[in-house]
T-cell receptor, first 114, second 114 residues
Framework: DAGITQSPRHKVTETGTPVTLRCHQT?????MYWYRQDPGHGLRLIHY???????DKGEVSDGYSVSRSKTEDFLLTLESATSSQTSVYFC?????????????FGPGTRLTVT | AQSVTQLDSQVPVFEEAPVELRCNYS??????LFWYVQYPNQGLQLLLK??????LVESINGFEAEFNKSQTSFHLRKPSVHISDTAEYFC????????????FGTGTRLTVIP
């Protein structure tokens, strides 16, 4: 299994509070991704990173920010959590872009915003 | 932009029966095609992928999928399912010239009945 951990694995927070989710990899892969999974929507890309300090928006980036100061860590921040951000969040990594390179997924973080 | 349609949200099937999970995609550019599987309370794992060449691709656990360009489909099949195949299956596409970003379908939950 690819070495990907996510923390925390579960979190309950209140509307309006800031939340940071962490993704840590031990594979030294260049590309990292944050997805959210919701019933009826599958997985949707929030943000991705193509190197240290290099990030870009995905399909559903509003209300989220990311940072990547080290190759191994990719942080997802909800500046002011809302109930619509209740979801399961998955981090993924990939060695390279294009050529159908496989993405490896972490175990997920279940976030509940009350 | 790409999109993926999985029309069947749930597919119940008896053990040792055949199964087909349908996937259709829409894209204005050439794409790579993937099937990912998600077992309960886990992240996603790559099941198989089509990049180029033979339109029939196989996985190590007996699944196969066929790329049909004219019908823009990539249906997943298995001739005889096992209890352990119970999981959610996601079809995904990525742009061959893009940053490896995956666009997922909404998923099909396969339940194998003893």
């Amino acid at each position: 299994d690819a070495g990907i951990t996510q923390s925390p694995r579960h979190k309950v927070t209140e509307t309006g509070t800031p939340v940071t989710l962490r993704c840590h990899q031990t594979e030294n892969h260049r590309y990292m991704y944050w997805y959210r999974q919701d019933p009826g929507h599958g997985l949707r890309l929030i943000h991705y990173s193509y190197g240290v300090k290099d990030t870009d928006k995905g399909e559903v980036s509003d209300g989220y920010s990311v940072s990547r100061s080290k190759t191994e860590d990719f942080l997802l921040t909800l500046e002011s959590a809302t109930s619509s951000q209740t979801s399961v969040y998955f981090c993924a990594i990939s060695e390279r872009a294009g050529q159908g390179s496989e993405q490896y997924f972490g175990p997920g973080t279940r976030l509940t915003v009350t | 932009a790409q999109s993926v349609t999985q029309l069947d949200s749930q597919v119940p099937v008896f053990e040792e029966a055949p199964v087909e999970l349908r996937c259709n995609y829409s894209s204005s550019v050439s794409v790579y095609l993937f099937w990912y599987v998600q077992y309960p309370n886990q992240g996603l794992q790559l099941l198989l992928k089509y990049l180029s060449g033979s339109t029939l691709v196989e996985s190590i656990n007996g699944f196969e999928a066929e790329f049909n360009k004219s019908q823009t489909s990539f249906h997943l099949r298995k001739p005889s399912v096992h209890i352990s195949d119970t999981a959610e299956y996601f079809c995904a596409v990525s742009d061959v010239s893009g940053a490896n970003n995956l666009f997922f379908g909404t998923g099909t939950r396969l339940t194998v009945i003893p």
